[in-house]
């Protein structure tokens, strides 16, 4: 009876992925008009797909395996929790990590039903979700650093044509992140509990990102991707790629962290560099209060429903 | 998609040439006008529309151009900016040349004048190589610097020649209106061509 709802949870939250994710890869490109919104979301579908078949695998491991022993209720209330919180902040426009309301609901929910939980796998993806932003600022602040030096000297005709590929490229890697660790994230812990097989789950929870980007993120995409163009396609690209660098050093770790925060890290480095009064402190303690009550709150729901239900 | 990523560029390229080609027309008209009203030639001075409406010509192209979607988005308003100036500076320029055809210059004005037709030209000119500068990825501060120098000493100009037409008898109204809207206009260059390579200037740094 309870089988199929882990499996839907991770559909909804999947379709989540697509309509918010399309835009932090491809919203700036779509937003310069380097590619067409349909080409786009077949780009995205593409390299989340090659995300997940390269290198899924390992964050799937940390979050399906390392972190605690599951069983099919932990993971019914955990996930199906996770996708209420994910779709609320969603429409609630609250930049809330996928990572972390998963990771939160997993936590809760098994300590609640008395499972054992790696409280050293914890750590360490906890320490991962405080050091990515902090890396992708530093990467980001390096990268624009490394452009004023190199892409800047070049003539203006050059600098378009250049930034043209590279916010292409810097999109196509933040796809693949999505695949690789944001996807992987969600599907980890219903491959690691034998409800469905990798091979599957890889070829199917793409779908729903794709499914969830032509269906939802037209609108996300018009506003954030020309938001941020007619910011600056130059600081973009830094923030971007720094940001996406960092998430993938991470992947390869098989630490499950947020492309979002990490975009936010990269922003706020080119900032820092602009100088400090561009950074809007007041926003970035909003974010700081929504990544630490994410998962806080997913981690008491589950954990006190678990422990109502069972 | 990727072809105009990667080896693109094409559309972008044709809207520098006519961007170049309008700023041309520009010297050309300023020449013209220069020309002109050394020679008293009121002929010649007529053709200044003639090139007004080549350059409006080489503009609308240069709009449309842009709609198709040439540079980045970024990009687009500050271009579009710079070339409305260039076009505000043919406006002018034009107004200028066709007050001229009903003005009456004394000895006194008509060499300030004739100096300010020639620092426009000077300025055009420097405009020219500024936005060359842009396009081969030179510094543009020398350049902007003595666009700048060029529209203080037209200013200075300006102030003494108010203060000469104010001291003038002025016998019929339209006689005095036309010298006032003529010596408005050609003082006026001046300030859009500054205007223009300031917008430069913006264009250099917005993707730096």
Redesign the interface.
């Known amino acids: 009876m309870t089988q199929p709802i882990p499996i839907i949870a991770c559909g909804l939250i999947a379709l989540g992925i697509g309509s918010n994710d399309t835009s932090n890869a491809l919203g700036i490109c779509i ?6 919104f349909k ?1 786009a979301v077949l780009l995205f579908w593409l390299f989340v797909w090659i995300g997940i078949i390269l290198q899924g695998g390992k964050v799937m491991r940390t979050v399906g395996k390392e972190l605690l022993e599951i069983n099919l209720h932990i993971l019914s209330i955990a996930l199906l929790i996770s996708a209420i919180l994910i779709i609320i902040s969603n429409w609630k426009k609250l930049p809330v990590s996928t990572h972390q309301v998963i990771i939160g609901s997993l936590t809760g929910s098994g300590i609640a039903s008395g499972m054992d939980v790696n409280y050293i796998s914890l750590l360490e993806i906890i320490l991962s979700w405080v050091i990515s932003p902090l890396g992708a600022l530093f990467l980001s602040l390096m990268l624009y650093r490394v452009m ?1 030096k190199t ?11 250049i ?3 590279l916010l ?1 490229i810097s999109g196509v890697l933040i796809a693949y992140n999505t695949g690789a660790n944001e996807l992987a994230t969600v599907l980890g812990p219903v491959i690691h509990s034998g409800l469905i097989d990798q091979m599957r789950a890889s070829l199917v929870g793409p779908f729903f990102v794709f499914l969830g980007a032509v269906l939802l993120s037209h609108r996300v995409i018009e506003t954030i991707g ?1 938001g941020i ?2 910011l ?3 600081s973009g690209f830094a923030a971007q790629f720094g940001a996406g660098t960092c998430v993938l050093l991470f992947t390869s770790l098989g630490m499950p962290v947020s492309t979002t925060y990490c975009i936010i890290g990269g922003i706020s480095g080119v900032g820092l560099l602009k100088g400090i009064r561009t950074v809007r402190f007041e926003l970035i303690k909003k974010i700081a209060i929504t990544w630490v009550v994410a998962p806080f709150l997913a981690f008491l729901i589950c954990f006190a429903v678990t422990k109502v239900l069972l | 998609m990727l072809k105009k990523s990667f080896f693109g560029g094409k559309i972008e390229q044709e809207v520098i040439e006519k961007m170049k080609r309008h700023i041309e027309f520009l010297c050309s008209a300023f020449e013209t006008f220069k020309t002109a009203m050394v020679n008293q030639d009121k002929e010649l001075m007529s053709s200044v529309s003639d090139l007004e409406r080549e350059g409006d010509i080489v503009r609308r192209e240069i709009a449309s151009s842009i709609y198709e979607g040439a540079f980045l988005p970024f990009l687009r308003p500050n271009i579009c900016k710079f070339v409305e100036i260039v076009d505000d500076a043919f406006d002018v320029v034009e107004d200028a040349a066709l007050e001229y055809t009903d003005v009456e210059l004394d000895d006194k004005i008509k060499d300030d004048c004739a100096k300010i037709a020639d620092m426009n030209l000077k300025m055009c000119e420097m405009l020219l190589i500024a936005f060359e500068s842009l396009l081969s990825g030179e510094d543009l501060r020398e350049k902007t610097l003595a666009i700048r120098i060029y529209e203080k000493k037209i200013d200075e100009i300006k102030f003494d020649l108010i203060k000469k037409l104010r001291a003038k008898e002025v016998k019929r109204f339209w006689e005095g209106k036309i010298l006032s809207d003529f010596i408005f206009y050609l003082t006026n260059i001046s300030d859009l061509i500054e205007d223009a390579s300031d917008y430069l200037q913006i264009i250099n740094v917005s993707l730096r």
């Open positions: 937003g310069c008009e380097i590619i067409k080409r004023e892409l800047s000297k070049l003539p203006l005709l050059q600098i378009e044509r930034l043209r590929v292409l020309k163009t007619a600056d396609p130059y």
